[in-house]
C-alpha cells in the first residue's frame, strides 16, 4: 500500500533555532499533502496544505511566516518551523490522499521539543 | 464552520465490558473514517465508512454511519487490555481533508 515516510521521528532543539520536517511519498505520487499538529492529549488539529508546486494553505491562526511549508516535489513536503519556542513542542504529522474515496496515509509523526 | 464532535472524552471499563464511541458532525460528511491511537504513537487508520447507514465489523469492533451521514459509531464488545488508547473519528466534508473527531481515550481496569 501507499507509504508516507516522515523523518525525524523526533527531535530536540533549542529556542529560536529552526527544524525542518520532511515527509516523502514513497511508492505514489502526492500532489497534496495535510500538516497536522497534535498537543498532548488533544486531537489533530489541521496547519496547513500543501500543493505541489503551489503555495500553501494555512488554517486559520496558523502563522505562514513561522511554519514554512515546501512541496517542491511529488515526493516531498516539507515542514519548518522556524524560531521555534517552547510553545511549538508538539507532535507533527503529515498525510495524503492517494486519490478516489481512499482513506489518508499518515506518516508515523515528529514529536517536537523545544528547550 | 465544519465541526466534529466526539462523546465522551474519557472511558473507565472493566475488561470484557463493551465500549462504545459517538461522533458527530455539524453538517453531512462525504466519509468518516476512525483512527486509534496509543500513548505516545501516531494515529492507526482502523476504517473508512462511506455509505448511509453503513455498518462495519472488524472482530470485536462494529462501526455505523448514520442514515443522514452526520453521525457515526465505534462500538468494542468484551474490551481487552489491547484496546486501550485514544479513539478519533475524523470526517471528511469532501475536500479530502480530515476534520478529526476530539477523541475517546478508552482505560481499561484489568
Known amino acids: 500500500g501507499a507509504v508516507v515516510s516522515q523523518h525525524p521521528s523526533w527531535v530536540i532543539c533549542k529556542s529560536g533555532t529552526s527544524v525542518k520536517i520532511e515527509c516523502r511519498s514513497l511508492?505514489?505520487?502526492?500532489?497534496?499533502m495535510f500538516w497536522y499538529r497534535q498537543f498532548p492529549k488533544q486531537s489533530l488539529m489541521l496547519m496547513a496544505t500543501s500543493n505541489e508546486g503551489s503555495k500553501a494553505t494555512y488554517e486559520q491562526g496558523v502563522e505562514k511566516d513561522k511554519f514554512l511549508i515546501n512541496h517542491a516535489s511529488l515526493t516531498l513536503s516539507t515542514l519548518t518551523v522556524t524560531s521555534a519556542h517552547p510553545e511549538d513542542s508538539s507532535f507533527y504529522i503529515c498525510?495524503?490522499?492517494?486519490?478516489?474515496?481512499?482513506?489518508?496515509?499518515f506518516g508515523n509523526g515528529t514529536r517536537l521539543t523545544v528547550t | 464552520g465544519q465541526q466534529v464532535m466526539q462523546i465522551p472524552q474519557y472511558q473507565h471499563v472493566q475488561e470484557g465490558e463493551d465500549f462504545t464511541t459517538y461522533c458527530n458532525s455539524s453538517?453531512?460528511?462525504?466519509?468518516i473514517q476512525w483512527y486509534k491511537q496509543r500513548p505516545g504513537g501516531h494515529p492507526v487508520f482502523l476504517i473508512q465508512l462511506v455509505k448511509s447507514g453503513e455498518v462495519k465489523k472488524q472482530k470485536r469492533l462494529t462501526f455505523q454511519f448514520g442514515e443522514a451521514k452526520k453521525n457515526s459509531s465505534l462500538h468494542i464488545t468484551a474490551t481487552q487490555t489491547t484496546d486501550v488508547g485514544t479513539y478519533f473519528c475524523a470526517g471528511d466534508f469532501g475536500n479530502e481533508k480530515l476534520t478529526f473527531g476530539t477523541g475517546t481515550r478508552l482505560t481499561i481496569i484489568p
Open positions: 511508492d505514489f505520487q502526492a500532489t497534496t
Open positions: 453538517t453531512t460528511l462525504s466519509n
Open positions: 498525510s495524503s490522499p492517494t486519490g478516489g474515496n481512499s482513506p489518508l496515509h
